[in-house]
């Protein structure tokens, strides 16, 4: 698979070293080209630097390793090499306090969607820090870390479930991409959780056996009205 990757920070170093060395080739995009070569040069694999646009005609797939801040504009400039291609979101908008930046509007993934309508947006890998990222693989007592994934394509989500498996972890259907939202909004309470309050996120739910109780170890139905 061809990719693309806008950006040059850690999560574009994490997810793109996993995928050059399955095999896949691999542009970095950035608007420092010594930064674009430097990371191509650490992911090695046959990676190569060049400009955002660059990275946005070669791919395939096209990461959006990019803050939330600067997400909307850059895709913007290159909605038209996005056209027909997956736009993978990894971003998490979440600002001082561990707020929600989005709150009571679209979510980033929605607001990259409508800036390259053209691309079909996808959801994936915003839940956990750029270091579980770079694990090989990232597994937790013998269990592979699990990655939800939202949007509406299904090819496009069919080409993420690959790269969520050639990262070492199990894709999970999350839903179209209007529940990216939720996503995102997990992402400031894990934060919140683990830095602002030193808490175990994954302590918060029960097993799925037991998501509706004791009394029902099966897989939960939706409750009346839920």
């Known amino acids: 698979m061809r990719i693309g990757v806008l950006g040059t920070g850690n999560m574009a170093d994490a997810l793109a070293t ?3 060395r399955a095999g896949h080739q691999v542009t970095v995009g ?3 080209v010594h930064k674009a070569e430097r990371l191509a040069m650490r992911i090695g694999g046959g990676a190569q630097p060049a400009s ?3 990275a946005a005609d070669f791919g395939q797939v096209v990461l959006a390793a990019l803050p939330f801040e600067a997400g909307v504009d850059v895709v913007r400039e290159l909605h038209a090499p996005l056209e027909g291609k997956v736009l993978l979101d990894c971003s998490n908008p979440v600002g001082p306090g561990f707020r929600l930046l989005t709150e009571g509007g679209p979510s980033a993934a929605q607001q990259l969607a409508a800036a390259a309508p053209g691309a079909q947006v996808v959801k994936a890998f915003n839940l956990c820090h750029e270091d579980v990222w770079r694990m090989r693989p990232p597994v937790f007592d013998g269990r592979p870390l ?3 994934i939202c949007g509406d394509d299904e090819t496009a989500l069919a080409r993420v479930h690959e790269l969520v498996q050639d990262v070492g972890c199990e894709p999970v259907a999350g839903g ?3 529940r ?3 996503l995102e909004a997990t992402a400031a309470l894990f934060i919140g959780l683990w830095v602002g309050e030193g808490a175990d996120a994954q302590a918060i739910a029960p097993p799925l056996a037991y ?3 004791p009394s029902h170890p099966h897989t939960p139905s939706p409750a009346p009205g839920g």
């Open 30 to 32: 950035g608007r420092d």
């Open 211 to 213: 998501a509706a109780g």
């Open 146 to 148: 699990a990655v939800p």
């Open 176 to 178: 179209g991409l209007a």
């Open 18 to 20: 996993h995928w050059a």
């Open 180 to 182: 990216a939202g939720l």
């Open 52 to 54: 955002l646009r660059a």
